[in-house]
């Protein structure tokens, strides 16, 4: 009896000691300061993350925005005829095409009749003077402007590129292209700094030159300023990549155009053949070839066959153009 009454009291010290030193164990061992000071630590990369999280899904949403609005406005523009004469590089009026297609289609009329004294021909040539060829002259003008663009406007953005990476603004490297640039990129980054100069802001200037230069080259430009503009961003970095991207472009299209070359000269050849041996079987037996120009069936062959060849070199122009 005495041994239980000494032992009740030692088990229950025991017990309690138990149980308070494992109350107090974690702040003894220093576990529980170590959590607290990991969770203070983490709490800030965490916040710091998900804000950067949150940063990266504005600035997409952001960037996808700004390309729907640019496709958008892209979209709803039509092509005036001033916009025709500016990309072709063309101070024409309108008054002066007009008369310039009425004078090509009164002399193409009137050489066809005095060579073939058809007025069925006369008409055909007089469509095609009066219609065709002013239209193939702009088209021409409008390729060859384009060309000449595409060859220095990577060298433009480079300058861009230094300009900004030397701290120069960019409005700055934009004049410094307008002023010393060969043309059309020269006339074409005047057209910007003069509608900086009447109060246009840059992004807004930068986007008109894709309607001036109907592009990719310099839609991708417009893209890139406009998104600097309203998303921030490395500027530099970004037109050093599409910089990266347009000499690229070209390198491809040299390479597209020397492996297609061998296809272009076999359709050139193609294409001239019939012609040249339809006039040389005319200078060697001339009264043979006579009928075609003097019967109203030979003038029906004739048609067919200017249609079929027509037919047959615009088939073989899509076969070999490459868009890159």
Same mark, same amino acid.
């Given at each position: 009896m005495a041994l239980q009454q000494i032992l009740i009291p030692i088990m229950a010290t025991v017990a309690v000691g138990g149980v308070a030193y494992a109350l107090a164990q974690p702040y003894l061992d220093g576990n529980r300061q170590a959590d607290k000071r990991r969770a203070a630590l983490q709490s800030p990369v965490a916040a710091k993350a998900t804000g950067r999280g949150n940063d990266a899904a504005k600035r997409r949403k952001q960037v996808a925005d700004s390309l729907k609005e640019l496709d958008a406005k892209a979209k709803s523009k039509k092509l005036t005829f001033e916009t025709k004469m500016a990309q072709a590089g063309l101070a024409w009026t309108r008054t002066f095409y007009y008369a310039l297609s009425a004078g090509l289609a009164v002399v193409a009329a009137g050489i066809a009749f005095l060579v073939m004294g058809s007025p069925v021909v006369a008409a055909a040539a007089m469509v095609v003077g009066g219609f065709g060829v002013p239209s193939w002259i702009v088209s021409r003008k409008r390729k060859r402007r384009l060309n000449r663009f595409l060859d220095e406007f990577p060298a433009a953005v480079d300058v861009i590129v230094r300009g900004i990476k030397a701290g120069i603004p960019l409005g700055d490297c934009i004049r410094a292209i307008a002023n010393e640039a060969a043309e059309p990129v020269?006339?074409?980054?005047?057209?910007?700094?003069? #509608?900086? $100069?009447?109060? =246009? @802001?840059?992004?807004?200037?930068?986007?008109?030159?894709?309607?001036?230069?109907?592009?990719?080259?310099?839609?991708?430009?417009?893209?890139?300023?406009?998104i600097q503009s309203k998303a921030g961003g490395n500027l530099s970095e970004a037109l050093g990549n599409l910089s990266n991207v347009l000499r690229d472009r070209k390198k491809m299209k040299?390479?597209?155009?020397?492996?297609?070359?061998?296809?272009? #000269?076999? $359709?050139?050849? =193609? @294409?001239?053949?019939?012609p040249l041996v339809g006039s040389a079987v005319y200078l060697t037996s001339p009264n043979y070839m006579k009928l075609l120009f003097i019967t109203s069936t030979g003038h029906m062959v004739l048609f067919g066959c200017v249609c079929w060849m027509s037919t047959g070199i615009f088939v073989m122009k899509k076969m070999i153009a490459f868009d890159i």
């Amino acid at each position: 009896m005495a041994l239980q009454q000494i032992l009740i009291p030692i088990m229950a010290t025991v017990a309690v000691g138990g149980v308070a030193y494992a109350l107090a164990q974690p702040y003894l061992d220093g576990n529980r300061q170590a959590d607290k000071r990991r969770a203070a630590l983490q709490s800030p990369v965490a916040a710091k993350a998900t804000g950067r999280g949150n940063d990266a899904a504005k600035r997409r949403k952001q960037v996808a925005d700004s390309l729907k609005e640019l496709d958008a406005k892209a979209k709803s523009k039509k092509l005036t005829f001033e916009t025709k004469m500016a990309q072709a590089g063309l101070a024409w009026t309108r008054t002066f095409y007009y008369a310039l297609s009425a004078g090509l289609a009164v002399v193409a009329a009137g050489i066809a009749f005095l060579v073939m004294g058809s007025p069925v021909v006369a008409a055909a040539a007089m469509v095609v003077g009066g219609f065709g060829v002013p239209s193939w002259i702009v088209s021409r003008k409008r390729k060859r402007r384009l060309n000449r663009f595409l060859d220095e406007f990577p060298a433009a953005v480079d300058v861009i590129v230094r300009g900004i990476k030397a701290g120069i603004p960019l409005g700055d490297c934009i004049r410094a292209i307008a002023n010393e640039a060969a043309e059309p990129v020269r006339s074409e980054f005047r057209a910007i700094v003069d #509608a900086q $100069a009447m109060g =246009i @802001g840059i992004a807004e200037a930068v986007e008109r030159l894709p309607e001036r230069v109907p592009l990719a080259e310099a839609n991708f430009f417009s893209i890139v300023i406009n998104i600097q503009s309203k998303a921030g961003g490395n500027l530099s970095e970004a037109l050093g990549n599409l910089s990266n991207v347009l000499r690229d472009r070209k390198k491809m299209k040299g390479k597209v155009k020397a492996k297609s070359s061998e296809a272009k #000269a076999s $359709a050139g050849i =193609i @294409g001239c053949l019939p012609p040249l041996v339809g006039s040389a079987v005319y200078l060697t037996s001339p009264n043979y070839m006579k009928l075609l120009f003097i019967t109203s069936t030979g003038h029906m062959v004739l048609f067919g066959c200017v249609c079929w060849m027509s037919t047959g070199i615009f088939v073989m122009k899509k076969m070999i153009a490459f868009d890159i």
